[in-house]
Every structure is written in C-alpha cells, then in structure tokens.
T-cell receptor
Framework: SQQGEEDPQALSIQEGENATMNCSYK?????LQWYRQNSGRGLVHLIL?????REKHSGRLRVTLDTSKKSSSLLITASRAADTASYFC?????????????FGQGTTLQVKP | NAGVMQNPRHLVRRRGQEARLRCSPM?????VYWYRQLPEEGLKFMVY????????ESGMPKERFSAEFPKEGPSILRIQQVVRGDSAAYFC?????????????FGPGTRLTVT
C-alpha cells in the first residue's frame, strides 16, 4: 500500500521561482523523508523531519510536517536549472520499525533556465 | 568513503535466464535494503537484510526472487527465469542502523532489461 502520495505529479517553473511539492500519508509515522532522483540515477537523501518537528530547513530547502493532516510539503526556494529532478517523499512502514520505507509516486520538477 | 556500489549498472537478459544483481553497502553499514522502480513510478520495497539474515522480505515476489547478504562479500539479489515484467531499475540502499529513524544511502541502481 502506498504510504505517501504526492502532488503535483509534474511541475514546471522558471529559474528563480519557488517550487512547492506536497505529500500526504495514511498512517502515523515516526518521521518523513524527502529524496531527489536525477534522471537515470539513484536517490539522494535531502532531509528527514521527525514526527515531533513542524518545520526544518536545509539550505534552500524547507520542509513542513503537519501530523494532524498527515501531510508534508517540500519548498525549494530560488530554484536553479540543476534542481530539475524527481522528488519523492518516503516514510517508514507504519507497523514496523525495520527501516522499510514506503515511497510516494514522486513529483517531477522541471526548472527552465 | 565510497558510497553504495551496485553492479552491473545495466543488465540485459533473455526471458528464462537468471539475473544476479550485486550491492556493496557503505563502509560500516550492515543493513541493506532492495527496492524496485518501474518506469515513471516510485520505489517499491522488496527486502531488508542484515549480515547473514533476512529481516523483512514482505515485498519480494513469492517465486523466482531471492536475496542474500553473506558474512563476506556483497548482497545479491537473484531473479531466476526472468520475464519481461521484471524489467525495471533495482536499487540497493544501506544504513548504519536498521530502523526507520535514519536516512538510507542509495546506490546508482541496476537497470535490468529482459528481452
């Protein structure tokens, strides 16, 4: 079953604009993670936000978590062409603590120079 | 510190052949996860292994698929008698601890094409 569902599925913006991606999940979670995948490559971990945190920053990235709404958002500010990639949210499987991550379908971001 | 290594990067097999995918975790990591990604989709968990043990194989198809992580050497994902539907990218990830509380480090993936 899908733990995370993301929207939009695709997003196209101009360089310098902000990009916001949303993720909704179904069960209670310990944490939520965001990953980036460049075309044809592996995933790179971006940020992990724990269930007792509401907001977290890392450089141009800002992640929020609303456990009451079971949703998270990833904001990329001042986007660059190099930010073009697919972005996935992932959360540990609800009933286990074995590190099994359940991924969303992803948001494909295109940043036009 | 080398990252997660996977080989081969690309693998072409004919229907009915066997595919062996290898994964060497990051140094110091004893927890390995395998995921499969179909085109235009997110990653689907397959199996979680520690050295010499399968901890969670709830995402593995019941037949033809097996995984191991021996005491020495890389983790291996084996697919016997491949079919076209096995064509996908297979990613390995490792972490220093085996809980969902930490990030996972992913390899570049093996892209399997079944002809």
């Amino acid at each position: 079953s899908q733990q995370g569902e993301e929207d939009p599925q695709a997003l196209s913006i101009q360089e310098g604009e902000n990009a916001t991606m949303n993720c909704s999940y179904k069960t209670s979670i310990n944490n939520l993670q965001w990953y980036r995948q460049n075309s044809g490559r592996g995933l790179v971990h971006l940020i992990l936000i724990r269930s007792n945190e509401r907001e977290k920053h890392s450089g141009r990235l800002r992640v929020t978590l609303d456990t009451s709404k079971k949703s998270s958002s990833l904001l990329i500010t001042a986007s660059r062409a190099a930010d073009t990639a697919s972005y996935f949210c992932a959360a540990p499987h609800g009933s286990s603590n074995t590190g099994k991550l359940i991924f969303g379908q992803g948001t494909t971001l295109q940043v036009k120079p | 510190n080398a990252g997660v290594m996977q080989n081969p990067r690309h693998l072409v097999r004919r229907r009915g052949q066997e595919a062996r995918l290898r994964c060497s975790p990051m140094k110091g990591h004893s927890h390995v996860y395998w995921y499969r990604q179909l085109p235009e989709e997110g990653l689907k968990f397959m199996v979680y292994l520690q050295k010499e043990n399968i901890i969670d194989e709830s995402g593995m198809p019941k037949e033809r698929f097996s995984a191991e992580f021996p005491k020495e050497g890389p983790s291996i994902l084996r697919i016997q008698q491949v079919v076209r539907g096995d064509s996908a990218a297979y990613f390995c990830a490792s972490s220093p601890v085996g809980t969902g509380s930490y990030e996972q480090y992913f390899g570049p993936g093996t892209r399997l094409t079944v002809t």
